[in-house]
């Protein structure tokens, strides 16, 4: 089986139909790209105090950032629904990795900041992760920004981001 009908079918399992539906465009759009993404689902079900659709701008902007940030052959992880701490949670939790820059105190800072984008072409951009620092605020969520690596490709630098609500 390949990954897509692969994807398409772990996909289906999800609580959240819409997320679903978004993941499934979203690892087709990145291999149109040449763009692998390897999504890991520990849980399928979770609850929060989100609308489906607010959970649809947050997994939406984190990966469309995620794919603008590519070029061809780099991999982006996503993991859905289990803490890094281990604690557990029925909350909705994204995790979020690509190639990138150094999670800088500052850089992390301006990324939050509205109309901050560090692409060359400005118009249309600059609002995504505001929008998902808004959403996240208004539940009390949490966000975590850091580099991290993968044992696949140990010698790449990610740009993670964690989204909890």
């Known amino acids: 089986m390949d990954d897509r009908h692969r994807y398409s079918y772990d996909f289906l399992h999800l609580n959240n139909k819409l997320l ?3 993941l499934f465009s979203k690892v ?3 291999l149109k790209k040449d763009i692998q993404i390897i999504v890991t689902i520990f849980n399928y079900d979770y609850t929060s105090s989100c609308s489906d659709m607010e959970i649809i701008d947050l997994a939406g902007v984190l990966i469309d950032n995620a794919i603008e940030a590519c070029r061809p052959d780099d991999t982006i992880f996503i993991s859905i629904g289990q803490r890094t701490d281990n604690i557990q949670s029925d909350s909705f939790r994204i995790k979020v990795e690509n190639p990138g820059p150094a999670a800088t105190s500052e850089f992390i800072h301006d990324i939050f900041t ?4 560090s692409k060359t072409e ?8 505001s929008i998902v620092k808004c959403i996240v605020k208004k539940y009390n969520g949490q966000i975590s920004v850091e580099n991290t690596t993968h044992t696949e490709t140990s010698d790449i630098r990610y740009l993670s981001i964690e989204v909890e609500i």
């Open 28 to 30: 087709n759009a990145a």
């Open 114 to 117: 509205k109309k901050y984008t």
């Open 20 to 22: 679903a539906g978004l």
């Open 122 to 129: 400005k118009d249309g951009h600059g609002l995504g992760l």
